[in-house]
């Protein structure tokens, strides 16, 4: 199970961070990631990082903004997000996947097999 928390209403430039803790069979998790859906639209990929460790992948709209990072002794994913706009205003979901290749389809929502719930973010002008 995935439980994602940390969302809530911040002002254009400001910082948020989630969390995501996993329960279960944490051990055979591959790759976790961050995705978001703002009203109207589709889901889509913010991040993503393999559970052992190592190499992060990120969306081009959140480069350099956003930060992924995964303890796994805690089992505990974050989403460190600094310099919001607007348009991050979404239900941010984690998931997490036990397949060894799903870095290579790390961007695609239906590579995932968990999904935690929503939890929203709001940033005002």
């Known amino acids: 199970q995935l439980q994602a928390s940390g969302g809530g209403l911040v002002q254009a430039g400001g910082s948020l961070n989630l969390s995501c803790a996993a329960s279960?069979?944490?051990?055979?998790?591959?790759?976790m990631g961050w995705f978001r859906q703002a009203p109207g639209k589709e889901r889509e990929f913010v991040a993503a990082?393999?559970?052992?460790?190592?190499?992060?992948y990120y969306a081009d709209s959140v480069k350099g903004r956003f930060t992924i990072s995964i303890d796994n002794a805690k089992n505990m994913l974050y989403l460190q997000m600094n310099s919001l706009k607007p348009e991050d205003t979404a239900a941010y979901y984690c998931?997490?996947?036990?397949?060894?290749?799903?870095?290579?389809?790390?961007?695609?929502?239906?590579?995932?097999?968990?999904w935690g719930q929503g939890t929203l973010v709001t940033v005002s002008s």
């Open positions: 279960g069979r944490t051990l055979s998790i591959s790759g």
């Open positions: 990082g393999w559970w052992s460790g190592g190499a992060k």
């Open positions: 998931a997490a996947d036990k397949s060894r290749n799903w870095v290579y389809r790390r961007g695609q929502r239906n590579t995932y097999d968990y």
